[in-house]
């Protein structure tokens, strides 16, 4: 237990000091908001009423951006195949790799969503939406991107194809994420349904996500 | 134990490129056959008294959609084939599905998109049924980019493997879709509780098509993992080939270009 705190508080710390890069992730959210309003006009009501889908798709990209990072670092200073070959169950790791991340990374972008909120034109129910189902579906994002990145890393091929093998995972994320924002906004579903089934994708993705990583891991470094 | 016994021989591939060019013209033959008759059927069948002739559609998008989602099950079977028994075909076998099952996926989605239009008035609709297909899509393209992505087959076979895997939740998700959701395209007609509400004069035809189809497949993908055995054995004879002449040149010519054939010794 306490190698995976140590790890997680690792993880922490290297993703805020310089050269980590968490931040970015929150700089790279803000720059997609603030492109929005040039490509679609500066019309306040139409803004309103695509921001929730605009806010989540920043977050979305910007949780991809930053998953590169997951294992990259590790793998090229070699500290990955120390944690492979450790006592401490690959899944475990995985997964407490994987809470760094989204602590690091997936929350700041939480933070962030008041903030840009204001920029679109959202009132306090739809930034509450929007922040509540960001929190709860930016897990899923990240242990379902985790998969892709360990695959990318096994494979010495980041970038491109790690956005082509997680978007298609992330799709169903996307869409509740979006439903469960509109529904608490303009209704007419209720807010609980879309935003109990993003909740149950996140839990999913936890169980799913260490154990397909750990595989690809296990299978792929060598 | 007969089975097991079989998959332990085919592991094989000399025995294996033997067995499947003995089989392979009858399944051939067998597909050209009963693809014949489900077309005949297809065309004698009666008109739909709302759809009229466009019901006829139905008899090629039901099959390549049940293959769509059949391929990714075997490609499934595969990958734990090869990350659970290591069998040497396993990955030959999922690789070699990946693109057909890829076809497969279009096919069923261009054919009900001309399907919709007459029927619905629309060629997409973002309902869950169609969305999910379309993942599905996106998913065997990202699969077939990762088989690219890799030179050497055996890293790579491990890789998709498990992105197989966790693309296979989304197969129940494809099936039951239509009644979880409430959506545009129809629920479950054929293989269903309480038995099938087609009528006879359409299922005959549809299941015939069907198992043409799936025909189709099997004799696709077993002509695909030939091409493949032989396209690796093509590839590891140019690399034996490949340091072959770097020996003998560094042998023979000495210090000209000893440098580059050492990298590709090294390779």
Redesign the interface.
């Known amino acids: 237990m306490s190698a995976l705190a140590a790890l997680i508080r690792r993880d922490i710390r290297i993703a805020l000091r310089v050269g980590g890069g968490a931040l970015i992730g929150v700089l790279f959210f803000l720059t997609v908001t603030v492109l929005m309003p040039f490509a679609v006009g500066p019309d306040l009501a139409l803004l309103s009423r695509l921001g929730p889908a605009i806010l989540w798709l920043g977050a979305l990209l910007a949780s991809l951006l930053t998953l590169d990072r997951l294992f990259t670092a590790d793998h090229e200073d070699g500290s990955l195949d120390l944690i492979v070959m450790s006592r401490t169950p690959l899944e475990l790791a995985c997964a407490a790799k994987a809470l760094a991340h989204w602590i690091a990374a997936g929350l700041p972008l939480i933070v962030a969503t008041p903030v840009l909120g204001l920029l679109l034109n959202l009132d306090g129910t739809a930034t509450l939406a929007v922040g509540a189902t960001l929190l709860a579906g930016t897990p899923a994002l990240t242990f379902t991107g985790m998969i892709g990145a360990a695959l990318a890393v096994t494979l010495h091929r980041g970038g491109l194809l790690l956005a082509v093998l997680v978007l298609p995972l992330s799709i169903p994320v996307l869409i509740f994420g979006v439903a469960a924002s509109q529904a608490a906004i303009s209704g007419p579903l209720p807010f609980g349904t879309p935003f109990s089934i993003l909740c149950a994708l996140s839990l999913a993705s936890l169980v799913i996500g260490p154990f397909a990583a750990a595989a690809s891991l296990r299978h792929g470094l060598d | 134990m007969k089975l097991t016994e079989t998959l332990t021989d085919l592991a094989n591939p000399t025995r294996f490129l033997a067995l499947t060019a003995r089989i392979l013209p009858w399944l051939a033959g067998a597909t050209a056959f009963l693809l014949a008759i489900g077309l005949y059927q297809s065309a004698m069948a009666p008109d739909d008294y709302q759809q009229g002739a466009t019901v006829k559609i139905m008899f090629i998008h039901v099959p390549n959609a049940w293959l769509s989602m059949f391929v990714w099950s075997v490609m499934s079977v595969a990958a734990l084939g090869t ?1 659970v028994w290591r069998h040497p075909l396993a990955d030959v076998a999922a690789k070699a599905a990946a693109p057909i099952g890829a076809a497969f996926t279009f096919l069923a989605l261009v054919t009900g998109s001309l399907w919709g239009r007459p029927m619905w008035g629309t060629y997409w609709e973002w309902d869950a049924r169609l ?1 999910s297909v379309l ?1 599905l899509f ?2 065997y ?2 699969l077939m ?2 088989w690219r ?2 030179e050497d087959p055996s ?2 076979a ?2 998709a ?3 197989t ?3 296979a ?1 989304n197969i129940p ?1 494809i099936k039951f879709s239509v009644d979880w959701w409430n959506t545009l395209h129809q629920p479950a007609s054929v293989l269903r509780m309480g038995g099938s509400t087609l009528d006879k004069a359409f299922l005959w035809p549809l299941l015939v098509m069907a198992i043409a189809f799936s025909l189709l497949f099997i004799t696709l993908h077993l002509a695909a993992m030939r091409n493949e055995i032989l396209r690796r054995r093509v590839r590891s004879l140019q690399m034996m080939q490949a340091s072959r002449v770097s020996f003998t040149s560094e042998a023979g010519a000495g210090s000209r270009d000893a440098g580059a054939s050492k990298e590709i010794g090294a390779a």
């Open positions: 990350l969305t993942i996106l998913m393209l990202g980019a990762l992505a890799v890293r790579a491990r890789a493997a498990v992105l895997l966790v693309g939740i998700i």
